[in-house]
């Protein structure tokens, strides 16, 4: 492909995104479907500008589905993992399998030999990992039960792929197909495919333990090392080297990629780059899977589906309805209430991208004809369109009967640790603010600059993440759109400056608590709508004002009420003055300026009225009245 | 003879304004067993150290809140005082036995006359009906609550005056001090003035 007609790609899908998704979305349809109609509009059978390429974009765009799993991962700590250990194995493994029975079953009694009838059932039982964790996501119901419960059944069948690969040679009945371009799933291109089993099993168990043991003790240092250049894109740059290293290392050994970037995830889920790892990857794999989704629309084969509209339509319907059969069964078994069953059921009965593979992988092998896969490609396709909308119709037209609300989160948080409190800057100031808040039970996640910092605080068992805080990105991945307060403690006031536009910008509902260093840009941070600012040096020095008085025989409480005085004093004018014309948020920094700033404070102090104290105890007015009056007759 | 021990708790938000108490706590006789403790001065925050407090008390025999009359009423430190230190199960209730046989006294400033502290003047209340819930207190604390000592009409006085009023004070801590008020007799009294008043009349003051 020349750079040409690859821009000319890049332009076509990229432009059928940003016209179809906003218009999917503003109709309530989500991206997913938007995507898919996107792809169906420019594909063969629509306006034709994409063509037979598309199923080689679907390879590329998988990698998404890879990226996905990795910021999955990342927000799946091991500990969590562990407890969803009984609905992976439990849920997934009986999804599966009962799948796999009741498709062949049916296959067995419409006449098939059991080879074909067991291949099919194996085809159609994975489900869309991409198009349910992307509808999921978008619906905010990721991490309800029902939410969670379709992630484990997703994650087992990413492992049930491998030993289907593996088994489904044995079921061939005809000779092999034309051996050699068996796609990126096929055995026969892995590096270990020629050894024996054993070697194979161990070059497996070898890889897994790899990607343990380097994301514990080898991809923190690395990246601590990338951090310290401070080169943002260079961040970036290790995030997806990483992502592909893994997917590289997985495919090598016959893994999926997709599991392999997972585990790798979870490995890093503690870890301080948590978050930074995550906003960096989120880009390309929205646009991956954006693209991925496009080319299963474009993949829809309308020509297959109008020669036999009947066959199709009736094995869509069909694998539909024993998915879900088979979903809301487990689901009772598993004892989830019915609102969460239903959104597992519902989330699930498509059938997934592996069937793609895995059909192409059948044909190759000989193990199904092109009759009996091509109708089930184009169901397939169907199948996965439908997704979203099935979830609109359990949102809108089955959820309501329970008076449910989906899309809350849960009063299970365990999983949910969003803190109220976003603390940007962990040096002196921001340590101590985060300290005082831990110290009375209030979490705050904590965003700091200085990779050193970071790795300190964490073996100190904080919860803190490496990153640049005035990046809108990272302040949406650190939960800035659940959290209350953004507590701001940076080095810098231009930085803190920026930091408050990006929050008023995208976070409006942010509580800022801002630190300033002095008048200049005290008054800056007022002028730019900050209204809790504190300087950081002023209630220090007021309390040594407080102890020089008292050491001078100053009583303790005048001394107190002299300093709450003084500080009300100073911030009424603060806000009161303005700053020198033309000046309304810029940060002043001559020293010229400053010497003013000091001026005009001074000449505050001398005028202001806030300092006189305490009225209510001196009686003195008092006093002159009582005297003015003639002393009562006794 | 055994000496009382006894504790000022002492309670002016404006020291620096005052006329009458600032005079009077400097003029508190040295002697072993009087503790002058500003409430304001120690705790400008508030923050009251409960456990040093409880143990000043347990120290003590006879406990002095020397205060201004504010709104009829202690100024607000000493009301913190109360809620923080006097802790059920310490001070009251079926285990806070601590302050057992103690003395409670009252040391009172008034602006006002003494004769507007009665039913037909103008504060409508005598000083001990006013003084009511502190009495209560020192009730449910097993204290015995002695008439309060006061000391009334300082918006009208004169420095002569002032002087004598200080001159009076350090006696009633002294003979305080020394045990010879006769406390029992004055039991019931509208105020410990009149137990003084007599005393003095009948010794050589120092």
Redesign the interface.
Known sequence: MSSESFLFQAFIYLAAAVVAVPIAKRLGLGSVLGYLLAGIAIGPFGLRLVGAEGQDVMHFAEFGVVMMLFVVGLELEPALLWRLRAPILGLGGLQVLLTVLAVAGVALALGMSWQVALAIGMILAPSSTAIVLQSLAEKGVLKTEGGQSSFAVLLFQDIAVIPMLAFFPLLATAPHAAEGDAGHAAEATTLVGGMPGWAQTLAVLGAVAAVILAGRFLVRPALRAVAAARLRELFTAAALLLVIGIALLMTAVGLSPALGTFLAGVVLANSEYRHELESDIDPFKGLLLGLFFIAVGASVDFALILAQPLLIAGLVLAIIALKFAVLFGLSRVFKLSLDQGLLFAFALPQVGEFAFVLCSFANQQGVLDTAITSPIVAAVAISMALTPLLLIINERLVQPRFGTRQGQPRADDAIDEQSPVIIAGFGSFGSTVGRMLRANGVSATVLDIDSDRVDLLRRMGLKVYYGDASRYDLLETAGAGEARVLVLALDSPEKTLELVHTARTHFPHLTIIARSFDWPDTHALYAAGVSHVYREDIDTAVRSGVDVMRLLGAHGYTTRRAAQAFLRHEEAALRELTGPSGDKAGYISMARERIEALERQMRADRESPDLERDAGWDADSLREEVRSMPAPAT | MLMTKMLILFAH?????SRIHRRLIRAVPELSGITVH?L??????FDIDVAREQELLLSHDLIILQHPF?WYSTPA?IKQWEDLVLEHGWAYGAQGTALRGKRLLSLIST?G?A?AYRRDGYNRFTMRDLLAPIEQTAYLCGMEYLPPYLIQGT??MDEAEIEREVGRYRQLLSLLHAGRIDLEAARGQASLNLALDKLIGQEVPE
């Open positions: 938000p404006a020291l620096d304004k500003d304001y001065d120690t705790y400008p925050d504010y430190i602006g006359p004769d918006h009208r």
